[in-house]
């Protein structure tokens, strides 16, 4: 099927640069089947046909968000263990009502999740949870792309059946939906996983030639109780264990030393940045322009919607933008440029996805959003970029494309029947309540 926008304002990452970008005020894109294949200014040729031509007058294409950290199912949980540290709200909130968990209650939290992500303009999500199975039939019945990943803990003996199972989903579900599910491996963290478990991973991700992706240094206890027990830092305990020697995404990254970013930064690893659970967890602020300028590629992630408690990356790229300035002082320290790369182009081509995204240009995967800009909140424009990143919200989102397939148009799903949804949640919710 061809599909042509026309008429419309097109933002693209620049590459080579963290924090450029190309604007053609008024032209076109082609998409053909999954691809794009021509993007240029001006009028439309009379040449081209297509099946659907969208008229985008008033409003701006862009690459779909890739939320760099969830755990999908968790919607399910949204709400509860409200105002509580980390700790306490893992052992008295969050574990108890996980152990209610059923395999449909994954399906369905997983489609809230995917649909609320797909109406904010995300088009691929990295998620680590359990309930994979339930995940994946998620992901390829809504038409999202994601990478998916079956989180495990504890030491080598007590995870073998959890490293079994990942390694199943591994080979039933990678390159399904016509490339649009991957995985990596997930182990939880250094201070919740034996450092022999953690070399068996590292070992396990080369022969199957995948990822990790794990939390890092997300609370100041975390470092301590690691520190503690092994007398290095959390980033040491990867290095030791060989888990940089594999491509890693490392979520939060909140309380890292300058040895840890230089580390982390030789290792060529992702640092997923998750601003508005950090900060209502009150884990702290990740020094985003410390890596960056060690050259640590970073992304945005929304965590779990029961310590966000939205999935909305406009929310973050705001939150994400505002506490870097406050918490240095310095308003130039991460420009919104920089930002919304983030949001878009976070992981270096190749790493945990199947084909090219996060750029309009031709041979990219057609994974686009559509903002309508004829609102007052996103009026006058001095700038499409600041704009996004500091008055856009998630409902500015007009139409959601993945893999050439419009998946929100007009601002409704067109893949997921949002009534049932809704109506399968509410009836689940009741016993989460602890």
């Not at 079956?150 to 059946?161: C, P, T, V």
């Not at 909305?312 to 933008?321: I, T, V």
């Not at 041979?363 to 424009?381: E, I, M, R, S, T």
Request: proline content about 4%; overall charge negative; charged content about 20%.
């Amino acid at each position: 099927m061809r599909t042509v926008f026309r008429d419309i304002t097109i933002l693209s990452p620049e590459i080579g640069s963290d924090s450029g970008w190309q604007v053609i005020e008024r032209g076109y894109v082609v998409v053909e089947g999954s691809e794009i294949s021509a993007v240029a200014s001006g009028d439309l040729p009379a040449e081209i046909d297509a099946e659907r031509v969208i008229d985008g007058r008033g409003k701006v294409l862009l690459p779909g968000f890739v939320n760099l950290h969830s755990h999908a199912p968790m919607t399910l949980l949204r709400g509860l263990g409200e105002d509580l540290p980390l700790e306490r709200w893992l052992t008295e909130k969050i574990f108890p009502a996980e152990e209610r968990l059923s395999a449909d209650d994954y399906y369905w939290g997983s489609l809230l999740a995917i649909a609320e992500m797909l109406l904010s303009g995300t088009t691929c999500f990295f998620d680590m949870y359990m309930g994979v199975d339930q995940i994946a039939q998620a992901v390829l019945e809504s038409g999202i792309r994601a990478n998916l990943a079956r989180g495990f803990l504890g030491d080598l003996e007590s995870a073998k059946e959890r490293l079994a199972e990942a390694v199943s989903l591994y080979n039933r579900y990678h390159g399904a939906g016509e490339g649009r599910l991957s995985f990596l491996l997930a182990p939880h963290g250094t201070y919740t996983c034996t450092p022999d478990l953690l070399r068996h991973t590292a070992e396990l991700a080369g022969e199957l030639g995948v990822g990790i992706h794990i939390h890092l240094s997300e609370a100041q206890t975390e470092n301590q109780t690691v520190l503690a027990r092994y007398g290095k830092t959390p980033t040491q305990i990867l290095a030791e264990t060989g888990l940089l020697e594999q491509p890693l995404l490392a979520a939060h990254g909140v309380h890292l030393s300058d040895q840890d970013i230089e580390l982390l930064a030789e290792a060529g690893a992702v640092v997923a940045h998750c601003p508005a659970s950090n900060m209502k967890l009150a884990s702290g602020v990740a020094r985003l322009d410390a890596l960056r300028q060690a050259g640590v590629r970073v992304g945005i992630g929304t965590d779990g919607a029961a310590s966000n408690n939205k999935l909305d990356m406009y929310e973050e790229l705001r939150l994400a933008g505002y506490l870097q300035k406050v918490s240095t002082g310095n308003p130039e320290s991460v420009p919104a440029g920089y930002l919304l790369q983030r949001a878009i182009n976070p992981v270096p081509e190749g790493f945990g996805l199947l084909a090219p995204v996060g750029c309009i240009e031709p041979g990219y995967q057609a994974d686009l959003q559509v903002v309508d800009f004829g609102k007052a909140h996103l009026q006058p424009v001095h700038d499409y970029v600041s704009n996004l990143v500091y008055a856009a919200k998630g409902s500015d989102v007009e139409l959601v494309m993945v893999a050439g397939k419009v998946l929100v148009d007009g601002g409704e799903l067109t893949t997921i029947d949002q009534e049932k949804l809704f109506a399968e949640v509410n009836k689940r919710s009741a016993k989460f309540r602890v």
